[in-house]
């Protein structure tokens, strides 16, 4: 028989989801609609403008996405003159990304943006609220938790 003490819109994970689907719509809207991309395109984006040259695997396990997801969006960034690919000098199987001067100015007016959306979203908390939310964050998203 069910828990009839449990509510749906008080589990973490449920939370967790309608928060982030609710304050990344606008932010989405703007690297979709001015540049034309997918999230997992912008976070290969992000982590080439915030790092410099990468490979694909070294985004992956920054990013902690699937090397599927980041080939796909390797794949249109370079479409659009984003990034480029170099093959590697030690390796040949290995590419080393790198972005454009065109992915260079996209990178850092979603970045301007990103700052600002960061500051909109938490303007109505305290820095110690903003603080200790962020750090929470970040732990939960180490995987602190298990199921079972």
Do not use: C
Not at 16 to 38: H, I, P, V
Not at 67 to 73: F, P, V, Y
Request: charged share 25%; no cysteine; hydrophobic share 40%.
């Amino acid at each position: 028989m069910p828990d009839q003490n449990f509510e749906l819109t008080h589990f973490l994970p449920y939370l967790l989801n309608q928060a982030a689907e609710a304050s990344s719509l606008a932010f989405q809207r703007t690297y979709k609609d001015r540049y034309g991309m997918l999230r997992t395109e912008w976070r290969v984006l992000f982590h080439l403008g915030l790092y410099g040259e990468m490979t694909a695997s070294d985004i992956g396990q920054r990013a902690n996405m699937h090397k599927t997801k980041i080939s796909r969006a390797v794949q249109k960034l370079t479409e659009r003159r984003f990034v480029t690919r170099l093959r590697g000098d030690q390796d040949r199987r290995t590419e080393m990304l790198s972005l454009t001067t065109q992915g260079r100015a996209a990178y850092e007016h979603l970045y301007e943006v990103a700052k600002a959306y960061d500051a909109r979203l938490t303007a109505d908390l305290t820095a110690a609220e903003r603080e200790t939310l962020k750090r929470l964050l970040v732990k939960l998203a180490a995987g602190q938790g298990s199921v079972g």
